[in-house]
């Protein structure tokens, strides 16, 4: 009965009875009748492919492929990419090639590239789809760039297969290799892709610094060109500093480790070959996760960082400090300051005693931004007695001093709109936490809140007159010193001294050659 009726069916000769009849039974042709029939996405589309999908390949393929693209592909409190991994893994069982490239295709876009590899390995049976081989292999090339696997890479990219597609998706993805460096011949620095020459960028007199950024994969390096875009627009930091193509870094080189609650931290010795094919005073590197930092010249962040968090982390390269409460105990918030160490952060001694306007002069000489304090903006407060005085900090001298001619550090608070000497969160850390009072706070320019406090608020325009006031002054030292200082920890002293030379030939200030050279940045 069920071969008579899957062949009238098959002939469009049946009766409604026995259509019916034939549906009662699941017999596949009458599925397939009432699946075309019925509106997709709709329960009884859904019932008909899963009843389908036990033996119809093409029925769990559309099952897998509507969980991944509906917004109500949820079923049974599953979540949808789950269901589609699902129905693809059903296609597969049933012999389905699409199935397998689609799956692994699904697995390299949610950023998991070694299951992508995995699943490729089930095509038993060489393609025959001219789209599934074009599919494939530009994967396989993509899985491979994400691995880390160069050779591979190029080897692909030069085979037969891969030239003759002649596809805006394979010319597409061979432009990005060039583009982005991927594959890079050790001794010129050159891409061997096509025979193309990658421009680097020089140095010019209009970059107060110079940044090269690295990612590990073809979507992070996407992302760091619009982030660029972004930032040139929307950011006023944008004009000091110029930035290359991103470019292309093996994960194999790296060893670095992140989390979403920690800091990014790399073993920056690794970066010694780097330093033989960028010309930039400064590098950065993007990661899948981690948070964002600055640690000398080189700048870390991840994927999720927006371009508010990037231009925060930039202004660090370029000598700003963190408005927010800093690491505990770091060296600048240890004492008052010896000399001027930032754009917009002193640390400096709460109280003073004697003749106000030789204090504010001797004060003004150590702040970056003392130009732009005007005359009628106090920086000092009378006290009657130090010890008695509420202070800025919460610690308070303990020895008196009594007398007209006593002042506490700071811009009265019917001020806030002028640029002073406003109290800043800096070192709060190491300030309110010390087991010894502290005679010492930090301050900043600005009262109000900055990108150097919340990442979403502006960079100010003070800072930036500051920053072209002194656009050297404190900027941080070229990469090679992070490399320099890295390799001389783990013993490769005449490593060290090469990238330690190369470090100070950026460096035109006999002051700050002299702190490379001494290791004191």
Wanted: glycine share 4%; charged share 25%.
């Amino acid at each position: 009965m069920s071969g008579y009726l899957t062949r009238q069916i098959n002939n469009n000769n049946y009766n409604d009875g026995q259509l019916a009849h034939a549906l009662k039974k699941n017999n596949v042709a009458a599925l397939i009748v009432q699946e075309a029939q019925a509106k997709p996405g709709s329960d009884d589309w859904l019932d008909l492919n899963r009843k389908l999908a036990k033996t119809q390949s093409g029925a769990a393929l559309k099952l897998a492929n509507w969980y991944l693209s509906s917004p109500k592909g949820k079923q049974q409190g599953l979540d949808d990419k789950v269901q589609a991994i699902m129905w693809f893994k059903q296609a597969i069982r049933l012999d389905s090639q699409k199935a397998v490239v689609q799956l692994a295709q699904l697995h390299f876009d949610r950023g998991d590239a070694v299951e992508a590899k995995s699943t490729l390995t089930l095509l038993k049976k060489e393609l025959v789809s001219v789209e599934l081989i074009e599919t494939r292999l530009i994967l396989t090339v993509k899985i491979a760039i994400h691995l880390g696997n160069v050779r591979l890479v190029e080897q692909m990219v030069n085979s037969e297969p891969f030239k003759l597609l002649l596809s805006d998706k394979s010319e597409s993805l061979l432009a990005d290799i060039v583009n982005y460096s991927i594959i890079v011949n050790n001794k010129t620095g050159q891409s061997t892709v096509a025979n193309k020459n990658v421009k680097r960028l020089e140095t010019t007199a209009d970059c107060i610094s110079s940044l090269q950024l690295f990612a590990t994969n073809l979507a992070h390096l996407k992302h760091l060109e619009r982030l660029i875009k972004s930032f040139k627009v929307q950011q006023p930091l944008a004009q000091y500093i110029c930035l290359p193509t991103p470019r292309y870094i093996n994960p194999g080189l790296l060893d670095c480790t992140a989390g979403s609650q920690r800091a990014i931290s790399c073993n920056e010795a690794r970066f010694a070959n780097v330093a033989k094919q960028v010309n930039t005073r400064h590098i950065g590197l993007m990661l899948a996760k981690g948070g964002a930092n600055v640690h000398l010249g080189m700048l870390y962040f991840d994927a999720d960082d927006d371009v508010d968090v990037f231009s925060h982390e930039v202004s660090h390269l370029l000598g700003f400090v963190d408005e927010y409460p800093i690491a505990k105990n770091h060296n600048k918030c240890q004492r008052a300051q010896q000399r001027a160490f930032s754009h917009n952060i002193v640390v400096l001694n709460d109280y003073y005693h004697g003749e106000p306007q030789v204090i504010r002069e001797k004060i003004l000489a150590d702040v970056p931004w003392a130009s732009l304090i005007k005359g009628s903006t106090p920086i000092l407060q009378a006290v009657d007695n130090i010890s008695s005085s509420p202070s800025l900090s919460k610690a308070r001298p303990s020895k008196k001093t009594e007398g007209k001619d006593n002042w506490r550090l700071g811009t009265p608070i019917e001020y806030k709109e002028q640029v002073g000497l406003h109290i800043s969160e800096s070192c709060d850390n190491t300030i309110f936490t010390s087991d010894i009072p502290s005679r010492y706070s930090a301050y900043k320019p600005l009262h109000r809140r900055t990108q150097l406090r919340y990442y979403a608020s502006d960079f100010p325009k003070e800072y930036l007159s500051v920053l072209a006031e002194r656009p050297l002054e404190f900027i941080m030292p070229s990469f090679h010193y992070n490399i320099a200082l890295a390799l001389f920890q783990q013993d490769n002293i005449e490593e060290g001294k090469r990238l330690l030379h190369q470090a100070l030939l950026w460096e035109d200030d006999p002051r700050r050659k002299t702190l490379v050279l001494k290791g004191q940045f």
